[in-house]
Structures are given as C-alpha cells and as structure tokens.
C-alpha cells in the first residue's frame, strides 16, 4: 500500500510531463492535453519542470518512446532533482518498467490514470470514499506488482509448487 499512495503522501516537486502526438493530432489538441495534464499534477502537489513530445504512430512496445527521446529525457533528468515522470497515456506494465530502467537515475514513471486516481485518494474523505479509491488503486495497480522483487517472482497456489 505504500507504493501506491508514495505519491499523496510524498509528491515530487518536480516532474517532467511526456506525450506522444499521434498522426493527425493538432498542436493545440496537444498543447490542450498536456495543459490538463499539468493541471491534474498541480492539483497532486507536483510541479511541471518541462514538456516533452514525440511524434510517433504508435507507442513503442518496449518503452513507450523511441530509443532516441528516451536517452534525450534521461539527459534531462540528469543533474535536474527530477524524480517523477507522468506520461499523457496509458502505459502496460512493462512499458513502465522499461521505462524507468532507460533513466539512469532513480525515478518514477507514472501514467495519466495512476495520477488521476491519486488525487482521488488525496481528497477521499468518507470511508466509503477511501475505500473505494483504495480498490481502484489496488485493482490498477495488480498487473504493476508481478515480478517485483523476488518475493512475488515465482508465487505458487497449490500444494507441491
């Protein structure tokens, strides 16, 4: 539980927001976009350091961006107190992974529903509030915890396994 509410409790100051500008997408459409982006960061308690888009028809597999504006994002975080990057999309598992390891500093990589939901849990009053935030998150985020660490790498559910 503390991973998922990190964010809440501990906001980075800093974040650098990236977006991916698909074929056909206009410049106000994107400026729009990261515009609400920055807005729902903001309202976290975070502080949009930069902007960065690439132009490309679909995500990378691996990492969401390509090579090339991946090494130019980790440059950016060097030497900045860089520690959270929100991506304007919904990124796998994996991605976000990938993603994180392509930063040769420690950061975080978090997506444009894992914010939302955070400032959800940030202003959930009631129990039934809380509660309900809290499963959203959980329910999100069970696909992110597989492989973390070695104490879920290889989990069994059976007798003999």
Do not use: W
């Not at 129990?127 to 985020?141: M, P």
């Amino acid at each position: 539980m503390d991973e998922i509410t990190a964010l809440q409790k501990n906001m980075p100051t800093q974040a650098i927001l990236v977006a991916r500008i698909e074929e056909g997408m206009t410049e106000e459409n994107r400026e729009k976009s990261l515009d609400e982006l920055e807005q729902l960061l903001e309202t976290a308690g975070g502080v949009c350091f930069a902007r960065l888009s690439q132009t490309r028809p679909h995500p990378d597999v691996r990492t969401y961006l390509g090579s090339g504006k991946a090494e130019e994002l980790s440059q950016l975080i060097k030497g900045n107190k860089i520690t959270l990057i929100v991506v304007d999309d919904e990124l796998s598992p994996s991605q976000i992974k990938n993603l994180e390891d392509a930063m040769e500093t420690e950061v975080r990589v978090i997506d444009r529903t894992m914010l939302i939901l955070d400032i959800f849990a940030r202003n959930a009053v009631t129990s039934e509030g809380i509660l309900q935030v809290e499963i959203a998150q959980l329910k999100y985020s069970m696909p992110r915890l597989l492989g973390k660490g070695t104490a879920l790498s290889r989990l069994g559910g059976g007798i003999g396994t």
